[in-house]
């Protein structure tokens, strides 16, 4: 990530995202199937920093709740078993 979003917080995102997930941090990091985390330079919305994309949807200005609410409910629609 860049300077926007890493003096805003997103590599704390980052180690927090993964540990939802259960999964290490090595660039490209699969879990159960359903998610695919990747670690991107800038996302072009530093205004916006920190900065997450979940499929084609970018969220700006995001911490630990809204990823964990992100995850929660794409947990829920990807995955019917975790409903
Ligand atoms: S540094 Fe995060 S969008 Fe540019």
């Given at each position: 990530m860049s300077t926007a979003c890493y003096i805003r917080g997103n590599s704390e995102n980052y180690k927090f995202l993964l540990n939802l997930l259960g999964i290490k941090p090595n660039g490209r990091t699969f879990t159960d199937g359903l998610f695919i985390v990747l670690k991107v330079r800038?996302?072009?919305?530093?205004?916006?920093?920190?900065v997450i994309k979940v499929n084609d949807e970018v969220y700006g200005k995001v911490g630990f709740n809204e990823i964990r609410t992100s995850y929660r409910s794409r947990a829920k629609v990807d995955n019917p078993k975790s409903r």
């Open positions: 800038c996302l072009g919305c530093c205004s916006l920093a920190p």
